[in-house]
Structure formats: structure tokens, C-alpha cells
């Protein structure tokens, strides 16, 4: 799975069972591209 700030660069690769330290925003998340699929639907969620 990979993570993003909304509007903002490069997506992030989470590596573990939980992200944490995340600045307040509305961020995107997707399943990751793969050699021979394509990325998920990006859901959002607010964090406070």
C-alpha cells in the first residue's frame, strides 16, 4: 500500500502494519502499481 498527502508529490510506500506521526490533512491511499497491475482506486481519509 502506498500513501500521500492530497495535492502533494510522491506517493509513499507503507512497509509496516501502521503509519503513525502523520501530519493533520486529507490524505490518499492505493494499493500500489505492480509490473503487471495497476493501481488501486485511491480512497481519502482525514486525519485531524
Known amino acids: 500500500m ?4 492530497k495535492n502533494n508529490g ?3 510506500d507503507i512497509t ?3 503509519v503513525s506521526d502523520l501530519a493533520s ?3 490518499q491511499i ?3 502499481p505492480l ?3 495497476l493501481a488501486s482506486e485511491i480512497i481519502e ?3 485531524d
Do not use: C, F, P
Request: charged share 25%; glycine share 4%; net charge positive.
Open 16 to 18: 509496516k502494519n501502521k
Open 2 to 5: 502506498q500513501y500521500k498527502l
Open 10 to 12: 510522491s506517493w509513499t
Open 35 to 37: 509490473k503487471n497491475a
Open 25 to 27: 490533512g486529507t490524505y
Open 45 to 47: 481519509v482525514n486525519i
Open 30 to 32: 492505493r494499493i500500489k
